[in-house]
């Protein structure tokens, strides 16, 4: 016999689960109405899912065989973990490999909850090795299924539901679903928004807490702003260093909080510190090619920087994409017999040669060209959010399914990291510029023939560059895979040197040298292939940035006394605008 007391708490968790209901039903509702009136525009599918998931069977079914025996091979695993299961201790279940997303305790001490998890990584398990093995596909082909696979997989596991997530069970019964309102008022206000949150936004702001080493802005043109920043030492070295970061991020990843600055770092060394702030492209340089961002970017900015300090040399950085256009640069200043102005070149994650892109060319296919076009039809500049998006299914569990379950199933709140705040400060590109990037690098790969690409009437020819050339690739590198940024070592002439960091794109480049975190490798020889130089490198612990200061100031001449920003040379065009960081990289997109 059930007690009364019994009774009424049923029926009050009753109550509480239908008012729930209720309560998100009519937040649904509201949402819909309002984006009725002002309109949700839902943009083509760029993934030709339809194509690949038919040349995947069509080349599974070239070897019948084959996939009898996986299947075969699966089904004798999935009864092994199944008789493991029903018979706890007297079966050893099969051997899966470990999975942070399952790394909670509820996963494996609930037997029920770690049969659905091994369930789930066995069967992902097969289903990769299958698309892995398949014959009659092309490298590029195979690239693009399995990485349709994998997204499809992570979007399955059973931590992304609320009724197969122990923990959010747990959560919603302790705050009788207090959660699943929070995790939907997210969600609604992700849709608005046109992104996924991942981090507390309020809690920093640009100029406030990041990007805030003191300096000026001393030039500006419709691509970019010129920050100088203020020196912290009294005399620095003659040569000063111009930084060119990618225009697809903002240029402050390199001057988030003080402690992580590599920009406040630089200047702490001794050096006199300019960085490019570019501009969010808007309908102002939806005329922007390659060819603009070299002219009018990198050659005016390094022109700015040698007139405004009277001095007739200069080290520069390139950072991903900007690295990629700063091998342009130099091979188009060679031709012209201007190579001098360059005193050393360093790249960060950079890649030449792109026959080994890694996840990215997946999305070089006409599909995805034609789609990216639609996008920016009209406007001129492809939104910064859809790129955003491409890069972090790079790394989906991270950076998509991870906050599926934190922010919309357990309604957790935001979390505050200066480095996810980046992440999310998205940034348009010029439609056109965008176009020859995928079209002329990623697919045509046209960077490593002499003379397939041509500015302003000038034939590129990477072999003809004889800067000293500073190399840092990302061991865990997902956007700039280190055995493609390696490749540089293969077409520059003059004097290189290769630095492997640890980590990856972001966490492998800022890394400061007191956070005692991620060794980096050197090796005196550079052989052809990646492989090889891996295999003979020497390991050292902790950051890679003292090894390129040192190789940087030895090539940076005599020390003068420390520049003030926009006081330099007489007739300079050096002249104080603002205060550093700037208006461009205040404006944000959404």
């Given at each position: 016999m059930v007690a009364a007391a019994d009774i009424e708490g049923l029926a009050e968790h009753a109550q509480r689960w239908t008012w729930l209901a209720g309560k998100m039903q009519q937040m649904m509702m509201e949402f819909m109405a309002k984006e009725a009136t002002d309109g949700i525009v839902l943009g083509p599918d760029p993934l030709g899912l339809v194509e690949t998931w038919s040349k995947m069977a069509t080349a599974a079914m070239t070897d019948p065989a084959r996939l009898v025996q996986l299947q075969a091979d699966y089904w004798r695993d999935a009864m092994t973990l199944w008789q493991a299961f029903a018979t706890p201790g007297e079966v050893q279940p099969p051997q899966l490999p470990a999975?942070?997303?399952?790394?909670?305790?509820?996963?494996?001490?609930?037997?029920?909850?770690?049969?659905?998890?091994?369930?789930?990584?066995?069967?992902?398990?097969?289903?990769?090795?299958?698309?892995?093995?398949?014959?009659?596909?092309?490298?590029?082909?195979?690239?693009?299924?399995?990485?349709?696979?994998?997204?499809?997989?992570?979007?399955?596991?059973?931590?992304?539901?609320?009724?197969?997530?122990?923990?959010?069970?747990?959560?919603?019964?302790?705050?009788?679903?207090?959660?699943?309102?929070?995790?939907?008022?997210?969600?609604?206000?992700?849709?608005?928004?046109?992104?996924?949150?991942?981090?507390?936004?309020?809690?920093?702001?640009?100029?406030?807490?990041?990007?805030?080493?003191?300096?000026?802005?001393?030039?500006?043109?419709?691509?970019?702003?010129?920050?100088?920043?203020?020196?912290?030492?009294?005399?620095?070295?003659?040569?000063?260093?111009?930084?060119?970061?990618?225009?697809?991020?903002?240029?402050?990843?390199?001057?988030?909080?003080?402690?992580?600055?590599?920009?406040?770092?630089?200047?702490?060394?001794?050096?006199?510190?300019?960085?490019?702030?570019?501009?969010?492209?808007?309908?102002?340089?939806?005329?922007?090619?390659?060819?603009?961002?070299?002219?009018?970017?990198?050659?005016?900015?390094?022109?700015?920087?040698?007139?405004?300090?009277?001095?007739?040399?200069?080290?520069?950085?390139?950072?991903?994409?900007?690295?990629?256009?700063?091998?342009?640069?130099?091979?188009?200043?060679?031709?012209?017999?201007?190579?001098?102005?360059?005193?050393?070149?360093?790249?960060?994650?950079?890649?030449?040669?792109?026959?080994?892109?890694?996840?990215?060319?997946?999305?070089?296919?006409?599909?995805?060209?034609?789609?990216?076009?639609?996008?920016?039809?009209?406007?001129?500049?492809?939104?910064?959010?859809?790129?955003a998006t491409t890069f972090n299914m790079l790394r989906a569990n991270d950076l998509i399914w991870n906050y599926v379950v934190n922010n919309y199933l357990l309604g957790k709140d935001y979390f505050p990291f200066d480095l996810l705040y980046w992440n999310s400060d998205a940034t348009n590109v010029p439609a056109k510029w965008h176009a020859e990037y995928l079209e002329g690098l990623y697919r045509d790969n046209r960077m490593i023939q002499p003379g397939a690409i041509v500015i302003d009437g000038t034939p590129i020819d990477l072999t003809k560059v004889d800067t000293p050339v500073y190399i840092q690739g990302g061991k865990e590198d997902h956007i700039a895979p280190a055995r493609s940024s390696y490749k540089l070592t293969q077409h520059f002439a003059g004097p290189v040197r290769f630095v492997l960091a640890g980590s990856g794109h972001i966490a492998g480049v800022v890394n400061p040298p007191d956070a005692k975190k991620y060794q980096h490798w050197t090796n005196d020889t550079l052989p052809a292939r990646f492989e090889d130089f891996a295999a003979t490198a020497t390991e050292h612990p902790g950051s890679w940035w003292p090894d390129w200061i040192a190789w940087l100031t030895a090539q940076s001449g005599k020390e003068v006394p420390a520049r003030t920003p926009g006081k330099g040379a007489k007739g300079g065009t050096l002249k104080v605008i603002e205060d550093a960081p700037g208006r461009y990289v205040r404006e944000r997109v959404g």
């Amino acid at each position: 016999m059930v007690a009364a007391a019994d009774i009424e708490g049923l029926a009050e968790h009753a109550q509480r689960w239908t008012w729930l209901a209720g309560k998100m039903q009519q937040m649904m509702m509201e949402f819909m109405a309002k984006e009725a009136t002002d309109g949700i525009v839902l943009g083509p599918d760029p993934l030709g899912l339809v194509e690949t998931w038919s040349k995947m069977a069509t080349a599974a079914m070239t070897d019948p065989a084959r996939l009898v025996q996986l299947q075969a091979d699966y089904w004798r695993d999935a009864m092994t973990l199944w008789q493991a299961f029903a018979t706890p201790g007297e079966v050893q279940p099969p051997q899966l490999p470990a999975d942070k997303r399952f790394k909670g305790q509820a996963w494996s001490e609930m037997p029920a909850f770690d049969f659905l998890k091994s369930s789930y990584l066995l069967a992902s398990q097969y289903i990769l090795q299958l698309v892995g093995g398949l014959d009659g596909l092309e490298d590029k082909e195979r690239n693009k299924a399995m990485f349709y696979t994998r997204q499809f997989i992570d979007a399955l596991s059973p931590s992304n539901y609320l009724l197969t997530n122990p923990e959010v069970l747990k959560a919603t019964v302790e705050s009788k679903g207090e959660n699943l309102l929070k995790g939907t008022q997210h969600l609604l206000d992700d849709l608005q928004r046109g992104r996924m949150t991942m981090t507390d936004e309020k809690a920093f702001e640009v100029g406030r807490n990041v990007a805030v080493t003191p300096g000026k802005v001393v030039f500006e043109n419709r691509m970019f702003q010129l920050i100088q920043y203020s020196p912290s030492t009294a005399n620095v070295y003659e040569t000063p260093l111009l930084i060119f970061p990618p225009w697809i991020n903002k240029f402050y990843i390199l001057d988030l909080t003080p402690e992580k600055s590599f920009i406040r770092w630089a200047v702490a060394q001794g050096l006199t510190v300019f960085v490019v702030s570019w501009k969010n492209a808007d309908a102002s340089i939806a005329d922007a090619t390659t060819a603009t961002y070299i002219e009018e970017g990198f050659i005016t900015a390094i022109d700015a920087v040698l007139k405004g300090l009277g001095i007739k040399s200069t080290h520069v950085i390139g950072y991903c994409v900007a690295g990629t256009t700063l091998a342009m640069t130099l091979a188009f200043m060679a031709a012209r017999g201007e190579a001098e102005k360059v005193k050393t070149a360093t790249f960060f994650t950079a890649q030449v040669d792109f026959s080994e892109c890694g996840d990215l060319g997946v999305f070089v296919d006409e599909d995805h060209l034609k789609a990216v076009k639609e996008l920016s039809e009209g406007k001129g500049y492809l939104d910064g959010r859809y790129m955003a998006t491409t890069f972090n299914m790079l790394r989906a569990n991270d950076l998509i399914w991870n906050y599926v379950v934190n922010n919309y199933l357990l309604g957790k709140d935001y979390f505050p990291f200066d480095l996810l705040y980046w992440n999310s400060d998205a940034t348009n590109v010029p439609a056109k510029w965008h176009a020859e990037y995928l079209e002329g690098l990623y697919r045509d790969n046209r960077m490593i023939q002499p003379g397939a690409i041509v500015i302003d009437g000038t034939p590129i020819d990477l072999t003809k560059v004889d800067t000293p050339v500073y190399i840092q690739g990302g061991k865990e590198d997902h956007i700039a895979p280190a055995r493609s940024s390696y490749k540089l070592t293969q077409h520059f002439a003059g004097p290189v040197r290769f630095v492997l960091a640890g980590s990856g794109h972001i966490a492998g480049v800022v890394n400061p040298p007191d956070a005692k975190k991620y060794q980096h490798w050197t090796n005196d020889t550079l052989p052809a292939r990646f492989e090889d130089f891996a295999a003979t490198a020497t390991e050292h612990p902790g950051s890679w940035w003292p090894d390129w200061i040192a190789w940087l100031t030895a090539q940076s001449g005599k020390e003068v006394p420390a520049r003030t920003p926009g006081k330099g040379a007489k007739g300079g065009t050096l002249k104080v605008i603002e205060d550093a960081p700037g208006r461009y990289v205040r404006e944000r997109v959404g």
